[in-house]
């Protein structure tokens, strides 16, 4: 069984800050899973912001909730950085990632949603809600190889599948 990486692109640097809104304000929003979709914006200077919401008490959430910002880290994380190939070379999708990081231009945004396996939320639903924005929609399944490596190269250890991360 796989998770799933559902990421639309925007041409705007403020329009998937708007789309994740609408999204929130959808009367079947709880079963999208859209709270724990990550918007992610690029500057003109080319600066990469990754708009959280966190919750209070702060504790480490699950591995599960941080995959998308360590997603992120993976393509976006360091100037120079090889742009996801290491994913790559674990098992995802090539011309996703390819994709999604080419059109993350400067004045840009995306919003990524990850959705692990054994998880309630309907994809297809997830991605006709997205669908309704005007983006550009990529969609890829998750090996659970990709998701090690993610967590052994940002140096967490992952001894299950929800399990809490550790420094």
Known sequence: MFSDLIVMTFGG???ALRA??????????PFLGIVGALVVTRDAAGKVVVHEQWELPAHLPSTSKQMPRLLVEACFGTPGDDGGQELVRAGLDETLVRSVVSALEPRS??????IPRGSLVDVQQVMEALSQLRGTLYHTTVPADVEE???KSLGHERPGIDSQLRD
Do not use: D, N
Request: glycine content about 0%.
């Open 109 to 114: 945004s995306m919003i990524l949603s990850y």
């Open 20 to 29: 994740k809104q609408a999204l929130e304000q959808m009367r079947y929003s």
């Open 13 to 15: 640097e403020a329009t």
């Open 149 to 151: 490596t993610i967590l």
